[in-house]
């Protein structure tokens, strides 16, 4: 059974850091492709981060502050997201590419 557990969420100052994590299990982890979503209230979700074996890509709306990293032994895809802007407030979803499930999410909220 597949299982992804993000965590590592909460309320930050604009300009501060957050890491979040999301453990993963049920698949064979260090074969897939892992993305970072993001769904704000009332907005469609957004993808702000991905990683294969060897590359990382982002939008511009968050690169150059947003770093997606991944340790295969651990079964487990982070996110580190430096100069937060209130903007960045949202749930965010770890996700496996080709694979049909999400985590419960991890709230990130950035005060202005």
């Known amino acids: 059974q597949v299982q992804l557990v993000e965590s590592g969420g909460g309320l930050v100052q604009s300009g501060g850091s957050l890491r979040l994590s999301c453990a993963a299990s049920?698949?064979?982890?260090?074969?897939?492709?892992m993305s970072w979503y993001r769904q704000a209230p009332g907005k469609e979700r957004e993808l702000v981060a991905t990683?294969?074996?060897?590359?990382?890509s982002y939008p511009d709306s968050v690169k150059g502050r947003f770093t997606i990293s991944r340790d295969n032994a651990k079964n487990t895809v982070y996110l580190q997201m430096n100069s937060l802007k209130p903007e960045d407030t949202a749930v965010y979803y770890c996700?496996?590419?080709?694979?049909?499930?999400w985590g419960q999410g991890t709230q990130v909220t950035v005060s202005s």
């Open positions: 990683i294969t074996s060897t590359r990382t």
């Open positions: 049920g698949f064979t982890f260090s074969s897939y492709v």
């Open positions: 996700h496996p590419m080709g694979l049909s499930y």
